[in-house]
C-alpha cells in the first residue's frame, strides 16, 4: 500500500498534487467542474437533484483527500486499532455532517447560492442511509463520530445491503412495506474497492489429515465459494482531519468460474446459479429486538465476519509480528451478537489455517474480543439450530463444540459434580434440535461482556449470565452506558439553539466537550435567554407543524404542549398504553364543559416508528393510533385542545426534524425491559423533559437533570417478576379507567372494534405481560403532573435550559472514552497538520 513512486517521477507528483482551496471560488469551481464531468450535465438541464448530487462529490473529493491522509498515517504508525463489529449503521444523511465536521458549511452555501440553489433544498435531496432498525444500529453511528472525532484508530465492518430498512407508508391508517432501494442513483458517500475481495466458503465438509509433525489437522472443504467486495464510506471527525472508515461488504458471484457447472456445459444454468451470490447481502433483516431463524441470515453473519476478519488477519500480517501479539494490535468489539461466528472462524484461521495450539489461539481469541450485549428479551437472543449450522459451517460446528467441551472441563474441575451448573452454562442448549446459544459463545471468548446502562448491566449479570459470574468472576462483566452524538443531534438537528449556547458560552467548544453545556446553568433563570431559548423552541415547533402538515395533512397548533414518542413499534415500548392514554384524555375532554375545557393545556400527541412486517401486534397498535386520530383531529368539540399525528417513515433525518421540537417525550416500556434508549438522551439534549418508566437510561438522565426535569412513573424492575406472577395467576380486574378505555375502543368509538380485538387480548385478564394495567394509573397521574407544569410558562423554560444543560455525560465521546480505556485498550493516533 506505501509503494514508492521512484525518485525520477516524485517531483511530478509533488508538482501536480495541487491542494484544492476551502474558499468559495474553488468551492463553486469544483461543484460546476463535477457537474459537466461526474453528471455529464450542463448548467441548462440543472435542478436541485443535480445540484445535490454535484456539491457531494465536491465534498466528497475533500473527505478522500482526509481519509487517504488518515489511512496512510495509521499504517505508518501503526497502532492498536479497533475494530467495530455492527450488522448495522443507520447513518442517516452524509453531507451536512461533512460540511459542518469540516467548518465548510458557510463557504458551500455562499457557493451554492452563486450557482442559483439554496444549500437547505439541496441537503433535503439527500436519501438516509438506512442500514439499521433503530437504537442499536444508530449507536454504531453515533459511536463511530466519536471514534473519528476523538482521533482513535479505528474501523467499522458492516454489510452493504441493497435494501436498507423498508419504507412505511401508512394506507387506511395501516402499515404498507415498500422496497428502500437506496442505491437507485450512484451513492457518492462510498469508494468501491473492486481490488479488495475475499473468498467466502460455505457448505462442503470436513476431513482430518496429520501435519508434517505427526499432528491431526481439520481441513475444511467447501461446497459454495462467495466473492467479498470492499466498499468503504469514510466517517470525518468533528473539527479533526482525522477520517475513519467502516467497510461495508457487497456479495458478488466468485471471479473464477465455476468448472464443474463449464463442464457440463449448462451455460445459462451456471450464470443463474452464480448470480445466487448476490442474495447474501441484498436485504436488512427488518427485526428490531427479535430473532428469526432463517439460514440466509446466518449465511449474511458469516459472509461479513469471515470477510472482516480476513482483512484484519491481512492488514496485521504485513507488519511480520508473532501472533502473540495479536491482541496488542487488534481489539474487536462484537455489537451483539451477530458477529459470533468471529469467534470459531478467528479460532479455525488460527488452529487450521495457520497450525497454532488451540491454548494459544484461544488466549489470544479472548484477549482480542469484547461483546455488548444490547437486551435480555428472550426472543431477542440468538440460538442457531446445530443441524442448520452443521450443514452451512461443518469446520465452525466442530469448534463449538470444542470451545464448549474444554470450557465446561474446566467448569468441572472448579465446581465437580455440578450437573445443574454444566447443564446452564452450556453453549449448547439440549433443545429438540440442540441449538448453540450465542450469547454464552460471545460471553466465554471475551475479556470483557458489557451491558448499555447501569440498570441493564446489572440485570444481565443478575439473570442472563448469572451463572457466569460464579464460573468466570465478576471482573469480565463492566457497563458502558451509552450515548450519542452532540454534532449530529444538537449542531446539525438545532442549529440554531447550537449557536445561541456557542454565544452565551463564548464558543462551539461544547460540542467536543458536552460537559461544558453546565456552563447554561447559571443562567436558567435569567428570563431574556430564557426568552431566546423558548423562540427558538417555537421555530422548532413551527418547522415540524409544517412536516406534520406535509406528511399527514394534519394541522397542528405549534403553542400546544408536543408530546413524542418515536421509537420502534414493540409490545414492550407500550406505545399501546400511550394511545390508550389518549383516548382516556379525550374522553374526559368530551364530559368536560366550556369553561372546565379553557383550563386544558392543548396537547399534541405525536407517534412514530416502524413495526417489524411480520409483527401483528405491532401492526395493529399502528392501525389503533390512526383510527383515534381520525376520530379526535375530526372531532369540532375538542379543537385544538387534543390532536393525535402519526408521522409516516420515521428515519434518522425527519428524526433531526422531530427531536428540537419537543416539549416532553415518552419513554414508557415496563421497567427492565429497554436496555437503554438513546432518544431519550436526544430528547433532553434538545430541552425536552421526560415521561418515562425507571428504566434503561431514564434512570441515569434522572441523576443528572434532577426530578423537577423528569416525570418518572410505573413498577420498578425489582418488581416486574412477582407483578407478572400475579397478573398471570391471581384474577386481578383491571384497572378502572384503563376498563373504561378499552370499552370505548370495544363499542366502535374508532371504527370497527373487531379489528383490534387481538390487540386488546394481549392485556385482558390473565395475559397483561408488559403491565399496562399496572402502570396505567400512575401513568395517567404523570400525565396530569406535566400538564400542571406546562402551565408555568417561566418555570417550563428553566426546566428545558437545564434540561440541556446537564446532558454532559451522554456524549457518546463520554462512551468511546470508557470503551477505549477499559476494554479496547487503545490511544487517540491524531493526524498532523500539514501546514
Ligand atoms: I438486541 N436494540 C436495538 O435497537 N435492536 C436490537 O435488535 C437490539 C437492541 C437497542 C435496545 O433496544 C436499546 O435499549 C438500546 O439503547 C440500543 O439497542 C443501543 O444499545
Not at 455488548?372 to 460446528?397: F, G, I, Y
Amino acid at each position: 500500500e506505501l509503494a514508492q513512486v521512484p525518485s525520477e517521477q516524485r517531483a511530478a507528483w509533488e508538482k501536480y498534487t495541487v491542494p484544492e482551496g476551502n474558499d468559495v471560488d474553488s468551492i463553486a469551481r469544483s461543484i460546476v467542474h463535477h457537474t459537466t464531468t461526474t453528471l455529464a450535465r450542463t448548467p441548462y438541464n440543472m435542478d436541485d437533484f443535480g445540484g445535490y448530487q454535484a456539491t457531494a462529490h465536491s465534498v466528497r473529493d475533500k473527505l478522500i483527500q482526509d481519509w487517504n491522509e488518515t489511512q496512510q498515517y495509521h499504517t505508518i504508525k501503526d497502532p492498536k486499532r479497533v475494530y467495530y463489529l455492527s450488522l448495522e449503521f443507520l447513518l442517516g444523511r452524509a453531507m451536512d455532517n461533512a460540511l459542518l465536521a469540516r467548518g465548510l458549511k458557510e463557504p458551500y452555501t455562499e457557493a451554492t447560492k452563486q450557482l442559483g440553489f439554496k444549500i437547505e433544498d439541496l441537503l433535503e435531496e439527500e436519501r438516509d442511509a438506512a442500514l439499521g432498525n433503530g437504537g442499536l444500529g444508530r449507536l454504531a453511528a453515533c459511536y463511530m463520530d466519536s471514534l473519528a472525532t476523538l482521533d482513535y484508530p479505528a474501523w467499522g465492518y458492516g454489510l452493504r445491503y441493497t435494501y436498507g430498512i423498508f419504507q412505511q407508508k401508512i394506507v387506511d391508517g395501516y402499515q404498507n412495506e415498500v422496497p428502500d432501494y437506496w442505491l437507485t442513483y450512484d451513492n457518492p458517500w462510498e469508494l468501491p474497492r473492486l481490488d479488495i475481495s475475499i473468498e467466502v466458503p460455505f457448505y462442503g465438509h470436513v476431513s482430518k489429515y496429520s501435519d508434517e509433525n505427526g499432528r491431526t489437522r481439520h481441513k475444511w472443504e467447501a461446497g459454495e465459494i462467495v466473492q467479498a467486495v470492499a466498499y468503504d464510506v469514510p466517517i470525518p471527525g468533528f473539527d479533526t482531519n482525522n477520517t475513519i472508515n467502516i467497510r461495508f461488504w457487497s456479495s458478488k458471484p466468485r471471479k473464477e468460474f465455476d468448472l464443474a457447472y463449464f463442464n457440463s456445459g449448462d451455460y445459462n444454468r451456471a450464470v443463474e446459479d452464480q448470480k445466487k451470490a448476490e442474495n447474501i447481502t441484498s436485504v436488512l433483516y427488518p427485526n428490531d429486538n427479535h430473532m428469526v431463524g432463517k439460514e440466509l441470515r446466518l449465511k449474511q453473519q458469516y459472509f461479513w465476519v469471515c470477510a472482516s476478519l480476513h482483512d484484519i488477519i491481512r492488514r496485521f500480517k504485513k507488519t511480520d509480528r508473532p501472533w502473540s501479539e495479536f491482541p496488542d494490535q487488534v481489539a474487536i468489539q462484537l455489537n451483539d451478537t451477530h458477529p459470533t461466528l468471529a469467534v470459531p472462524e478467528l479460532m479455525r484461521v488460527l488452529v487450521d489455517l495457520e497450525g497454532l495450539e488451540w491454548d494459544e489461539a484461544w488466549n489470544i481469541t479472548t484477549r482480542t474480543f469484547g461483546f455488548t450485549n444490547h437486551t435480555v428479551l428472550p426472543e431477542a437472543l440468538e440460538k442457531w439450530s446445530v443441524p442448520m449450522l452443521e450443514h452451512l459451517l461443518p469446520r465452525h460446528l466442530q469448534i463449538i463444540f470444542d470451545i464448549n467441551l474444554f470450557f465446561l472441563q474446566t467448569v468441572e474441575k472448579t465446581f465437580p459434580n455440578d450437573r445443574d451448573l454444566l447443564a446452564t452454562v452450556s453453549i449448547i442448549e439440549e433443545s429438540q434440535p440442540q441449538s448453540v446459544r450465542m450469547a454464552f459463545l460471545a460471553v466465554i471468548a471475551s475479556h470483557k461482556v458489557n451491558g448499555v446502562a447501569a440498570l441493564h448491566s446489572q440485570i444481565i449479570k443478575d439473570t442472563i449470565f448469572a451463572p457466569f459470574i460464579k464460573v468466570l468472576g465478576p471482573d469480565r462483566f463492566t457497563n458502558k452506558t451509552n450515548g450519542i452524538t452532540p454534532r449530529r443531534w444538537l449542531h446539525q438537528a438545532n442549529p440554531d439553539l447550537s449557536n445561541l449556547i456557542a454565544k452565551k458560552l463564548g464558543s462551539f467548544k461544547f460540542l467536543k466537550e458536552l460537559s461544558l453545556l453546565d456552563g447554561l446553568s447559571k443562567y436558567a433563570n435569567d428570563e431574556a435567554f430564557q426568552k431566546e431559548w423558548m423562540d427558538i423552541k417555537y421555530k422548532n415547533k413551527v418547522r415540524l407543524t409544517n412536516l406534520i402538515k406535509e406528511r399527514t395533512g394534519i394541522e397542528v397548533n405549534p403553542n400546544a404542549l408536543f408530546d413524542i414518542q418515536v421509537k420502534r413499534i414493540h409490545e414492550y415500548k407500550r406505545q399501546f398504553m400511550n394511545i390508550l392514554g389518549v383516548i382516556h384524555r379525550y374522553a374526559n375532554l368530551k364530559k368536560m364543559n366550556a369553561a372546565q375545557r379553557k383550563a386544558v393545556v392543548p396537547r399534541v400527541v405525536i407517534f412514530g416508528g416502524k413495526a417489524a412486517p411480520g409483527y401483528y401486534i405491532a401492526k395493529l397498535v399502528i392501525k389503533l393510533i390512526n383510527s383515534v386520530g381520525e376520530k379526535v383531529n375530526n372531532d369540532k368539540d375538542i379543537g385544538d385542545l387534543l390532536k393525535v399525528v402519526f408521522i409516516p417513515d420515521y428515519n434518522v433525518s425527519v428524526a433531526e426534524v422531530i427531536i428540537p421540537a419537543n416539549d416532553i417525550s415518552q419513554h414508557i416500556s415496563t421497567a427492565g425491559t429497554e436496555a437503554s434508549g438513546t432518544s431519550n438522551m436526544k430528547f433532553v439534549l434538545n430541552g425536552g423533559l421526560i415521561l418515562g418508566t425507571v428504566d434503561g437510561a431514564n434512570i441515569e438522565i434522572y441523576e443528572e437533570i434532577g426530578d423537577d426535569q423528569i416525570f418518572l412513573f410505573g413498577a420498578r424492575s425489582e418488581q416486574v417478576e412477582d407483578l407478572r406472577h400475579v397478573q398471570r395467576y391471581r384474577n386481578v380486574p383491571m384497572n378502572p379507567e384503563l376498563q373504561a378505555v378499552i370499552h370505548l375502543i370495544e363499542n366502535g368509538t374508532f371504527g370497527e372494534s373487531h379489528i383490534f380485538q387481538p390487540l386488546i387480548n394481549t392485556i385482558t385478564v390473565g395475559k397483561d405481560y408488559y403491565l399496562i394495567s399496572v402502570d396505567f394509573g400512575s401513568y395517567l397521574e404523570s400525565n396530569e403532573l406535566v400538564d400542571e407544569a406546562f402551565k408555568d410558562k417561566k418555570a417550563w423554560a428553566q426546566k428545558s435550559i437545564l434540561c440541556t444543560a446537564r446532558m454532559g455525560k451522554f456524549s457518546s465521546d463520554r462512551a468511546i472514552k470508557e470503551y477505549a480505556e477499559d476494554i479496547w485498550n487503545i490511544d487517540p493516533v491524531p493526524v498532523p497538520d500539514k501546514k
